[in-house]
């Protein structure tokens, strides 16, 4: 089992860490416009968009390597008075309505992604760009951060039963 928790923890690091250099690559990007526009006077129609569907995939994308690492907003004025165990067991409950939402997405977006790709969509604007690898990222996304939700889940059972942790 630590086996399979240490591949899933690995597979949302890789994942993230991949996903990363999209920031790069929209650095660039806009640098290209900004020396388009503000020194040539000649700004391109696609740095912005593109932009936007970069940090749209990279918002999406980086769910799971967020989770790995408990990066998500979290409200600690309860939360934190409570023993290790007990957050454990306040986790294990809470983690139910997590997948709730995550299967949603995941559900929800693959519906989204299919009709997507089926109908080939294009963006609205004047450069018209395919919109439907953004939109592919929907369930990709959603599937990254329910596996890593699955091993935290083992993770939280485990110490709220045993008390101990499951590394």
Known sequence: MRRVLRGIDAISDWSGKLVSFLILFMMVILLIEVISRYVFNAPTIWAHETSQHMFGAFSML?????LLHFQHVRV???YSRFSP???A???SVTYLLFFLFCGLMLK???DYATMAVKIKEMSFSPWGPPIYPLKCAVPLAAGLIILQGVAHYIRFLHKAITGRELT
């Not at 980086?62 to 967020?66: E, F, P, R």
């Open 76 to 78: 600690d004025v309860v």
């Open 62 to 66: 980086a769910g799971a390597y967020v």
């Open 108 to 110: 929800y977006g693959i």
């Open 85 to 87: 165990r007990g957050r």
């Open 89 to 91: 067991i306040a986790d």
